[in-house]
Each structure stands twice: as C-alpha cells, then as structure tokens.
C-alpha cells in the first residue's frame, strides 16, 4: 500500500528518456508476485498517460491492481533519476490525497500480510493518518511489515525521526537500514535499534554489502549478504524485502529468510530496473542450501554466479 511514479532516465544523449515505474511498495508487490504469492497494490493514480502506464506495468507483472483508484483532479507523481540525483514532482498527487478512508474501501478479509513504508508518512497528513490506521485498526488477522525507507528530502518540515519511530514500533515486522537507522536515531548497531524499537516481533537490520541481522523471539541472526558485481543499487532493498516477506509467509527459518532476502536483491542489483529479474530458480535452491563457505565464496555478476 503506498505510492508508485512514473520514473523517467536520460538516454545517454540526455536528449530523450526512457520511462519505467518507481515505487517502494509496488516494487515489493511485482517481486511476491513473481514468487507465485497472490500480491495485491493498493493506491491511487491520476487519470492521465502516466497512471495509465504505471498501472499496466504493475498488473503485467501478475500484481491486482483492482483496488487502485484513479483520480480525475489530481496528477501521477512523477521523479527524474539522474546519475547522482533524483528529482520529484509528488506535491498534490493522487496517491498523496489517500487517507484513513481508504480503509473502508477495500477488503482485507484474505490478507496474510499488509507491506507500508514510512515515504506514505511523508506525502501528507492524511497518508500518515492512513498509515496510522493501517498499523493501529486491525481488521483482520494479519500481520504488517514496515519498510522505514528514510527519504530525508520528503521530510525538510521535519519530524521524521520520531513518527518514524513511532510507526516502525507499531509493526510486526519491521525493516531498516543501518544507514538509516544512523541518520535517524543515531545508532547502527542491531541491538540499540532493538531497545528503540522493542514491540515489534520481527527486526531486519539491512547492512549493505556486510549483511543483515535479523532479531525475534529473543534471537539474534546474523547473514552475510552475497559478492554482487553492481550495476545499480536501486530497489535493491524492497527486493530484499520481498524475498525474506515471501520467505517469512512461507514458514521458513531466520537464515533462510534471510538468505531468500539477499537472493532477491541480488537479482535487481545486476540491472538498472527498480524490479529485476530473479536469479535462476535452480540457482537460487543450491545457494539457500549452501554450506557457509560454499555461500561466502560466491559471486554474482550478470555473466552468471561463480562459486569459490
């Protein structure tokens, strides 16, 4: 549930762009769905070419879209990403205009699992009422993951490191950056964030390129993340977060999960897509069985995965 753009990239004679979609949680719809999960997104969109196209990109990667609602006043929020900066055009977009309302419009009856993240927070008041409601109106028996997704240029009125804080400890399972972590509360170790955060079931610290520690139950796990040949780290962290999700949904044990979390971006790590393609699936199987050297030897490139 949450906002996706229109996302335009120079061509490399800067002169025309090429337009794909952006969005944290439509990213981690189209990456379960590509699982075989049933992945519903939740949004809103204006009536214009640009929703047009993040719709029927969204809903060709097998994601239901049949609960986003398009706008006839308001536009599709639109970012330009350039090699070292992106630029956003969100101010008064459809998606911004959601609310608690949106709650009453839609089922959750069969929901397993609702994914937010805090960029909804930041978008108006009203997104952070509905995150709000999301996280503290049950209306079924599911859990919420939230992603924190520090964006510190959507919060220049400020405020982001305490609501964030807020909504994260308000959670089932909750995922952050170390970076993030940092910037927002001034600590990166797993175990300080926990005491920030200590209703949650389910801790994920994302730790680049080093790992991920996950913390539950009184458990504490540490996965090194794999060697990965970069071609570009966006979406590497809602595909992370897709893959340990989908893990998680599965019953699977903390190292697997998160295992299945780095295999996951790994994949969108060797594109410049926001949702890339995953690994081979035989792949994949052999590398979440892998003993521990076997795991920290390979390496990942788009010339295939060598193993040391």
């Known amino acids: 549930m949450g906002e996706s ?3 335009f990239v120079p061509a490399r004679e800067a002169r025309t762009w090429t337009q794909g979609v952006g969005g944290a949680e439509s990213n981690v719809a189209c990456h379960l769905a590509s699982r075989g999960l049933r992945s519903r997104w939740v949004s809103a969109l204006g009536d214009d070419s640009f929703g047009r196209t993040v719709l029927g990109r969204v809903r060709a990667s097998g994601v239901d879209t049949a609960d ?3 706008d006839p006043v308001r536009p599709t ?19 911004s205009a959601l609310g608690p309302d949106l709650l009453d419009r839609i089922s959750l009856e069969r929901t397993s699992l609702v994914h937010v993240s805090g960029i909804t927070a930041a978008l108006s008041p009203s997104c952070l009422d509905l995150l709000r409601a999301v996280l503290g109106d049950r209306r079924g028996d599911y859990r919420v993951s939230f992603d924190v997704n520090w964006r510190p240029a959507l919060w220049e009125c400020g405020g982001g490191p305490e609501l964030l804080r807020e909504l994260a400890d308000a959670a089932d399972i909750v995922l952050v950056g170390s970076d993030e972590a940092d910037a927002l509360w001034g ?3 797993p175990a300080e964030i926990r005491k920030l955060l200590p209703k949650p079931e389910t801790l994920v610290v994302k730790q680049g390129a080093d790992g991920a520690t996950l913390i539950e139950s009184g458990q504490r796990v540490f996965e090194p993340a794999l060697a990965v040949d970069v071609v ?5 962290g809602d595909a992370f977060a897709a ?3 989908a ?3 599965d019953g699977r044990g903390p190292e697997r999960r998160l295992r299945s979390g780095h295999l996951s971006a790994a994949g969108t790590l060797l594109t410049h897509e926001d949702v890339g393609e995953q690994l081979p699936a035989e792949l994949v199987s052999a590398l979440l069985d892998a003993d521990e050297p076997a795991w920290r030897g390979a390496r990942v490139s788009t010339e295939g995965v060598k193993l040391g």
């Open 5 to 7: 753009m229109a996302v």
């Open 68 to 70: 986003v609602h398009i």
């Open 77 to 95: 929020g639109l970012y330009f990403k350039e090699p070292g900066a992106v630029t956003y055009y969100r101010r008064g977009s459809a998606a």
């Open 187 to 189: 600590t990166d170790d």
């Open 232 to 236: 570009e780290p966006v979406g590497a």
């Open 243 to 245: 893959g340990f999700l």
């Open 247 to 249: 893990s998680t949904l």
